[in-house]
Each structure stands twice: as C-alpha cells, then as structure tokens.
C-alpha cells in the first residue's frame, strides 16, 4: 500500500510536466505564428526574410503584443514545466538540465518583458537565450547516453538539430554587438540568420512538445509496472 501511494503522488508532477510543456509550445508557438502571418501579409515577403525578433518591435510590428505575450506566457509556462521536472528526476545531472531549461524559460519571459525595442536589454537576454539553448541541448545529448536517461529517440533527434542551429547561430552572431549583422540578400531572397532562427525557433517548439509527451508515455509505463506489482503481490 505505501509503495502504491509513492508512486501516485508523483503522477500529478508528471501531469504538470505534460500539461505546461505543451501549453508552452502552443501559447508562443500561436503567438509567434500570428504575429508573422501578420507581419507576411503587411511586407508580402517570404517568412524566411523576417527575422524572429523583429514581430516583436511595437514601431513596425503590427501584432507585437502578441507575439511579446506569447513569448511571456510561453517562457513562464516552461519555468512551471521545470520546476515540476526538478522533483521528478532528483539526480544531480537531471537537476542541471532542469534548471538550465527553467533559465531559459525565465530569458524567454524577459525576452517579451524587452522586445527590440529596448535594444540593449533585448541583446543582452537574446544572447542569454541563445548560450542557454545551446547548454540545454548540450546536456541533454550527453544524457541521452546515459544509462537512466529520460529522452525518448525522438525527442534526442530534436535534440541533434536544436543543438546544431544553436551552434550556427552562436557563429553568426556578431559578439562585438550582441547582434546580427544586417542581411546583404536581396528583397524576397532568403535571409540565412532568419532561416536559422525560424528553424531553431520550431526545433525548440517541438521539442517542448515532445517532452510533454514523452512524460505521457512515462506515466504510462510507471503505471503498467505498478499494475503488475499489485498483481503480483496478489
């Protein structure tokens, strides 16, 4: 009976996991997407020529307060993802990787806190963002070989490609300014800071999208053991 109230008081910090990854991936994914299909519509570019940041200048982007909320309550909703997860994986290696995302949830919420508009504040946390995706992504593709890892396949694949557009981005950065160097393409060609942003920006979306699920998957399987316990116990 205590083994069974054990391990059900660890399901609602799973649900919690589940619930608030996937509320992070929807609420900025929503927001980022509407603010650039607005944005498209306005300039009649491609997608690929805007760069991510720049939905969320109130001087020119005609729904930045969406995309800078989305961004708010996105980054929050990870904080609360993370927090949960710290009580779940009690290891010290799953703890710095807990608390590296629960850093990066914090520097997307001053992300939308500073847009563009407040051009130092918005470098510095942007950077900030940047350094604490590609540590995040780092961690996690050395505890995917770990012997008690929590990373599904698929979520180490997104692993693998947020890993590699961080690092490309890190090189395009301009570290002198905190800032990318204007793009020299010309008007509707594809603009390779954007193409490497949008694709990092999605790689992250999906990957909170697959945390959630790969908890689902857990809670799963913790509860078919505990069903074969209680079976066997019988």
Same mark, same amino acid.
């Given at each position: 009976?205590?083994? @069974?109230?054990?391990?059900?008081?660890?399901?609602?910090?799973?649900?919690?996991?589940?619930?608030?990854?996937?509320?992070?991936?929807?609420?900025?994914?929503?927001?980022?997407?509407? $603010?650039?299909?607005?944005?498209?519509?306005?300039?009649?570019?491609?997608?690929?020529?805007?760069?991510?940041?720049?939905?969320?200048?109130?001087? *020119?982007? /005609?729904?930045?307060? %969406?995309?800078?909320?989305?961004?708010?309550?996105?980054?929050?909703?990870?904080?609360?993802?993370?927090?949960?997860?710290?009580?779940?994986?009690?290891?010290?290696?799953?703890?710095?990787? @807990?608390? !590296?995302?629960?850093?990066?949830? %914090?520097? +997307?919420?001053?992300?939308?806190? =500073? /847009? +563009? &508009?407040?051009?130092?504040?918005?470098?510095?946390?942007? !950077?900030?963002?940047?350094?604490?995706?590609?540590?995040?992504? *780092?961690?996690? =593709?050395?505890?995917? #070989?770990?012997?008690?890892?929590?990373?599904?396949?698929?979520?180490?694949? #997104?692993?693998?490609?947020?890993?590699? #557009?961080?690092?490309?981005?890190?090189?395009?950065? &301009?570290?002198?300014?905190?800032? =990318?160097?204007?793009?020299?393409?010309?008007?509707?060609?594809?603009?390779? %800071?954007?193409?490497?942003?949008?694709?990092? !920006?999605? $790689? &992250?979306?999906?990957?909170? %999208?697959?945390?959630?699920?790969?908890?689902?998957?857990?809670?799963?399987?913790?509860?078919?053991?505990?069903?074969?316990?209680?079976?066997?116990?019988?």
């Amino acid at each position: 009976m205590s083994q @069974t109230i054990e391990a059900n008081k660890h399901y609602d910090l799973h649900l919690m996991i589940i619930f608030m990854s996937l509320a992070t991936a929807l609420i900025s994914g929503l927001g980022i997407s509407t $603010a650039l299909i607005a944005e498209v519509a306005r300039l009649g570019v491609s997608p690929l020529s805007i760069r991510a940041d720049t939905l969320g200048d109130y001087m *020119s982007s /005609p729904l930045a307060i %969406v995309y800078n909320m989305g961004l708010v309550i996105g980054g929050a909703c990870l904080m609360l993802s993370m927090l949960a997860r710290y009580y779940v994986f009690t290891d010290v290696y799953s703890r710095i990787i @807990t608390i !590296t995302g629960a850093i990066l949830g %914090v520097l +997307i919420v001053l992300i939308g806190i =500073f /847009p +563009i &508009n407040f051009l130092e504040q918005h470098r510095f946390f942007s !950077t900030g963002y940047l350094i604490c995706t590609f540590l995040l992504h *780092s961690f996690c =593709f050395i505890d995917y #070989f770990r012997k008690k890892s929590s990373l599904s396949t698929s979520l180490f694949g #997104f692993n693998i490609i947020g890993l590699i #557009f961080s690092i490309a981005l890190m090189y395009l950065l &301009n570290w002198s300014t905190l800032d =990318f160097d204007p793009c020299t393409h010309r008007v509707g060609d594809i603009c390779w %800071v954007s193409l490497v942003m949008w694709v990092l !920006t999605q $790689a &992250n979306i999906l990957w909170c %999208v697959l945390l959630g699920l790969n908890m689902k998957k857990m809670i799963k399987f913790q509860q078919k053991q505990l069903s074969n316990l209680t079976f066997a116990s019988d």
